[in-house]
């Protein structure tokens, strides 16, 4: 069973940072694109970051700048870094997995996701 399991979430004030980690496990992800969306009250979910399995990383608007993904295959974790956060970045975020890179795709896999609060 293929799971995704976020974690790193949690209250910041503005400006500050977090870093969110989520860890693969019931397959084999080097072969994946693993990303990143979030989805804010309201608002329609968005693409925050992918990095591909050759290590290329794409970013949405908002997180060109701030955010920086990574992954660790030894570990089946894939990192997202955020800095100079605002409250405009509180959101569920959730960890997902492309199979064969193919991130312009639908995921086939998500996480149950990690809520960040940005507030003072």
């Known amino acids: 069973q293929v799971q995704l399991v976020e974690s790193g979430g949690g209250l910041v004030q503005p400006g500050g940072s977090l870093k969110l980690s989520c860890v693969a496990s019931?397959?084999?992800?080097?072969?994946?694109?693993m990303g990143w969306y979030r989805q804010a009250p309201g608002k329609q979910r968005e693409l925050v970051a992918v990095?591909?399995?050759?290590?290329?990383?794409r970013y949405g608007g908002s997180a060109k700048g701030r955010f920086t993904i990574s992954r660790d295959d030894a570990e089946n974790t894939v990192y997202l870094q955020m800095n100079s956060l605002t409250p405009e970045d509180t959101a569920v975020y959730s960890c997902?997995?492309?199979?064969?890179?193919?991130?312009?795709?639908?995921?086939?896999?998500w996480g149950q996701g990690t809520l960040v609060t940005v507030s003072s």
């Open positions: 019931g397959r084999i992800f080097s072969n994946d694109a």
């Open positions: 997902n997995s492309w199979e064969g890179d193919k991130w312009y795709y639908s995921p086939q896999y």
């Open positions: 990095i591909t399995s050759g290590g290329t990383t």
